[in-house]
């Protein structure tokens, strides 16, 4: 059986076909540090967000949650101080509660978020700061767009399964391969899905492959 990885992200990768759902832009055109000693993002976007808007948010130690997010603070020059081992979700603000609580942290974070860590951090008097310096925005394709049958559909985050199902209905013929639990808890409940080993586009990708390699066995 013949099937074709479709990847929601923004980020074009070989052997499959790109179909972002979702774009960036800026609400923030300035970013005080002032008040803070340590930042927090939890996207490359947030990163490159924050460096087109203030380049100085370099000289402040970061904690990064993902990997990816570490390789683009690193990339652009900035120092990675801590890496979370949990991508998202309620083990990141108990990471936070051990290691920062004596941290002025600044969260630098898109309009929409899938987990409220200050709300968490509050109920451990730990006060984090928060500043919205992006949003994502869906975009839109024409029905001629829509994945073929038996399609390997990549979910990246929450946005992209909201954003998809504004363009597109789900056939009963595709598999949805999800980037973490905190993604996964977006799908409708008739979606059938499979969650990535890691929160990577990489270890998405590789769930997909092995997702192939049974399909064509059969």
């Given at each position: ?52 808007i203030n380049p100085k948010w370099k000289e402040l130690p970061c904690l990064a949650i993902g990997s990816a ?68 925005h869906c975009k839109h394709y024409p029905k001629k767009e829509k994945p073929i049958k038996n399609a390997i559909i990549v979910f990246t985050s929450p946005s992209t399964i ?57």
């Amino acid at each position: 059986m013949q099937r074709t990885i479709y990847l929601l992200s923004p980020l074009v990768k070989e052997e499959t076909i790109s179909l972002p759902m979702i774009e960036f832009s800026l609400v923030a055109d300035s970013i005080d540090l002032s008040s803070c000693n340590t930042l927090m993002f939890t996207s490359k976007q947030a990163v490159k967000s924050a460096e087109e808007i203030n380049p100085k948010w370099k000289e402040l130690p970061c904690l990064a949650i993902g990997s990816a997010t570490a390789r683009q603070i690193k990339s652009l020059g900035g120092t990675v101080c801590y890496q979370s081992t949990s991508f998202y979700g309620e083990s990141l603000g108990h990471d936070i509660i051990e290691k920062f609580h004596n941290k002025k942290i600044l969260y630098l974070r898109p309009k929409e978020i899938s987990f409220d860590s200050k709300a968490l951090l509050a109920k451990h008097d730990i006060v984090l700061e928060e500043q919205i310096i992006y949003e994502t925005h869906c975009k839109h394709y024409p029905k001629k767009e829509k994945p073929i049958k038996n399609a390997i559909i990549v979910f990246t985050s929450p946005s992209t399964i909201e954003c998809f199902f504004k363009n597109f209905v789900w056939d009963e013929s595709y598999t949805a391969i999800v980037i973490g639990k905190s993604t996964k808890n977006h799908l409708p409940q008739y979606v059938s899905f499979v969650v990535a080993n890691e929160p990577t586009i990489d270890a998405c990708l590789h769930k997909a492959n092995e997702i192939l390699l049974t399909s064509n066995s059969k």
